[in-house]
T-cell receptor, first 114, second 111 residues
Framework: QKEVEQNSGPLSVPEGAIASLNCTYSDRGSQSFFWYRQYSGKSPELIMFIYSNGDKEDGRFTAQLNKASQYVSLLIRDSQPSDSATYLCAVNVNSGGGADGLTFGKGTHLIIQP | DAGITQSPRYKITETGRQVTLMCHQTWSHSYMFWYRQDLGHGLRLIYYSAAADITDKGEVPDGYVVSRSKTENFPLTLESATRSQTSVYFC??????????FGPGTRLLVL
């Protein structure tokens, strides 16, 4: 059974600070890792994906992957009130050409305090 | 650019009724997915499809039926709705194992 674990929060971070969101996964065969943001009442939207160990940066966002520890994180620099949302970690085991869906964590509720 | 749409956006039905949720995408993505989202469970995969006429079960398929006669459409049918199927349903599509794009969701209430 594939499992993806996240702290549900809420995680409260002052505006302008770095928000750090963490995720662990159970399946060592996992190949692809995704972070989605979901505002209340809205659908998930992709922020970043990462496949290789290390860091991947995109603007204010940095995804970090450590396959040995089965750990993936998302850092948000210069946090803004508009970053307040639920952040979903998702994992795909399939390394081949097909897509068999994602396994999601339950999400971390992030609150950026002005 | 319509992207991916779902209909209806809101639905109230009664136990035992058949309900069909529609999903349509304009990107010609090969892969399509149905998820449900419930408090305490997060998003869970119901069914997915790699191409027209190819479908497979996800984590929670019981009580649901899907079909995919055309690449752009992926309807989800609840054959006999139960209260436990009250949820928010999201359709998603992708070109591969990477980025999945989600539709706006359908909120279903089964009385």
């Amino acid at each position: 059974q594939k499992e993806v674990e996240q702290n549900s929060g809420p995680l409260s971070v002052p505006e302008g600070a770095i928000a750090s969101l963490n995720c662990t996964y159970s399946d060592r065969g996992s190949q692809s890792f995704f972070w989605y943001r979901q505002y209340s009442g809205k659908s998930p939207e992709l922020i970043m994906f990462i496949y290789s160990n290390g860091d991947k940066e995109d603007g204010r966002f940095t995804a970090q992957l450590n396959k040995a520890s089965q750990y993936v994180s998302l850092l948000i620099r210069d946090s803004q009130p508009s970053d307040s949302a639920t952040y979903l970690c998702a994992v795909n085991v399939n390394s081949g050409g097909g897509a068999d869906g994602l396994t999601f964590g339950k999400g971390t509720h992030l609150i950026i305090q002005p | 650019d319509a992207g991916i749409t779902q209909s209806p956006r809101y639905k109230i039905t009664e136990t035992g009724r058949q309900v069909t949720l529609m999903c349509h995408q304009t990107w010609s993505h090969s892969y399509m997915f149905w998820y449900r989202q419930d408090l305490g469970h997060g998003l869970r995969l119901i069914y997915y499809s790699a191409a027209a006429d190819i479908t497979d079960k996800g984590e929670v398929p019981d009580g649901y039926v899907v079909s995919r006669s055309k690449t752009e459409n992926f309807p989800l049918t609840l054959e006999s709705a139960t209260r436990s199927q009250t949820s928010v349903y999201f359709c998603a599509s992708s070109t591969s194992k990477e980025t999945q794009y989600f539709g706006p969701g359908t909120r279903l209430l089964v009385l």
